[in-house]
């Protein structure tokens, strides 16, 4: 009778933190929002389009495809309407110099000769930007934040990706067992 009495208490437990599981998961899927003007989103695409080509140069370890890419976000980074972001004056001037500093990144880049020296931008580049994103969203999709610890001498680096694909813009194909999806935001 006791061992009855365990196993139904136990299956409620179970069942009970089952039902916690999925309203997290709930709570998880539920999408961001992304509430400033539709010009601004569509800007903000194009912009993240140029970034998702942007590593996949790095990815195959390409600089010609590398510099090529660097040049055109740079353009949209810079052709981003941030005067449409309806934020408070503090939140609006973190944005616009994140906007400048991608900017300058994204010269040194197409710039550097060393392709160690162009992911190091490209690192500063994926986490500003990734700041960006979190701040005003990007209208009806999911951006996926990866992360491989070993890159940079094991002090590990994040970039974004459109999918949960594994790429490795860090060390390119060859190590895609050092990719991890570390978050993603979807709106």
Known sequence: MRSAIFLVIIGFLACNESAKKTEAAAVE???????????FYDSLQVTMDAYYDLTEGFSQSNATYI????????????????????????????IRSAAGSISAELTGIAGDKDLEEKRAGFNMVSDMLYDIVQVTGLKGQTVYRQYCSMA???RGAYWMSKSSKLQNPYFGNGMLGCVEVTDSLRY
């Open 67 to 94: 510099n090529k890419w660097a040049g055109v976000l740079k353009q949209h980074v810079d052709s981003l309407p941030l005067q449409l972001l309806q934020l408070d004056p503090a939140k609006l001037e973190a």
């Open 152 to 154: 940079f001498d094991d």
């Open 29 to 39: 899927e539920a999408p961001l929002k992304a509430p400033y003007a539709a010009q």
